[in-house]
């Protein structure tokens, strides 16, 4: 892509013409959503949505705006993904600020907080909310914004992905959400403090499929995000062994869990003495969030 014609032919660089060539290019790489991404780094270069694209479509680019566009999308044709191009994720209806230092929040996190605030409604107005490996702190922030009056705790064991998070909960307005920089529950050792409900979205993928993810997940985002060890569990195991510990009486652990995994989490929530757990899918179909209710005497507690 040139200012004189270069690969696409012709003097002048439309918005028409830029978004059919980049898209086009990037078809031809295998990419997943061409043409999305293109409208999206152009709209983020001239400040405006994708409705004033179309509007705009026969609109020449100054030499400025080419410019920059250029080394956008030069990024994403090397892999980069758009949310750390655009600085931006939406989550739960919320533009969350995202870079290389965290996980990139995906619309199957959202039943995690669903999850979440239907397990804890009978509570809504009091809960005291921990979200372990919270990365952005979008399922933290999320459940603290939708329930403004429960005490929420985020934390991290990443110290770049903490100072993330604390930016998103001071441009968000969370004031009801802390973060902190902690090795799961190892902050909190000695605390008295327990939780209505505790939930996670701990790395899950099998050390060896790492390899074999899309070029944006293994080549950008964090792995420490991604590795969940040899079977995907190792996190997931250590949360559910220490969750009781944290746990007020009813309290609830939720995690959500990769594709295929529910059944074996499932086992590990039983083994570990929770009950009524349950097994929650996401958008796609998928078996995506595994809950469980803690108690020291499982047979007295309603379900929820």
Known sequence: MTTSGGEGGGDVWTIRRVLAWASEDLKKRGFSSPRLDVELLLCNVLRQDRVGLIRDADKPLEKAELARYRELYQRRR??????????????????????????????????????????????????????????????????????????????????????????????????????????????????????????????YIPDEEIAELPVDVRGFEPHLALSGGADGLSLVRRIVKEAPDHLAPGGVLALEVMAGQAPAVREIFSERGFVDVLVKKDLAGHERVVSGVWHDNPENLTSR
């Open 78 to 203: 090397a892999g980069e993904p758009v949310a750390y191009l655009l600085g931006v994720r939406e989550f739960y209806g919320r533009p969350f600020r995202v870079d290389r230092r965290v996980l990139i929040p995906r619309p199957d996190t959202e039943t995690l907080v669903e999850v979440g605030l239907l397990r804890s409604r009978h509570l809504d107005l009091s809960a005291r909310v921990l979200d372990l490996c919270t990365g952005s702190g979008c399922v933290a922030i999320s459940l603290a914004k939708e329930r403004p009056t429960t005490c929420v705790i985020g934390l991290d064991l990443s110290p770049d992905a903490a100072e993330v998070a604390r930016e998103n909960v001071v441009r968000l307005g969370a004031v009801n959400c802390a973060i902190g920089v902690s090795d799961l529950f190892s902050a909190l050792s000695g605390r008295r403090a327990r939780f209505d409900l505790i939930t996670a979205n701990p790395p």
